[in-house]
């Protein structure tokens, strides 16, 4: 059985990662935000930007979650256990940071 949920604002989810927390985490596109959705279907978002476009989502090995910021030019990490979001410069201009995954040696 699929079960459908909509996110509470309008947005364009596209990438998802099972967080260490029991949550599914995902991106929400050109929304500046991320969201979670609970196992029994309460969705939370939260925002990162007034206007940027979260892409690519993992659960880094630290376990905080990681994303892309597409138009922004960054990557961010969101720490679970402060709620706090930091955010990390691509040092190279206009690279739109799509995809975010973790390789073999732990590293994102």
Known sequence: MITEFVTPTFSFPSDITPGPDGNVWFSEGSTGQ?????????????????????SGITTGPDGNIWFCDLTGNNIWR???????????????????????????????
């Open 34 to 54: 991320i969201g979670l959705i609970t196992p029994e279907g309460r969705i939370t978002e939260i925002v990162f930007s007034s206007f940027d476009a979260s």
């Open 78 to 108: 969101y720490n679970l256990t402060t709620q706090a979001l930091t955010k990390f410069p691509v040092p190279t201009p206009n690279s739109f940071p799509e995809d975010i995954t973790v390789d073999a040696d732990g590293n994102l």
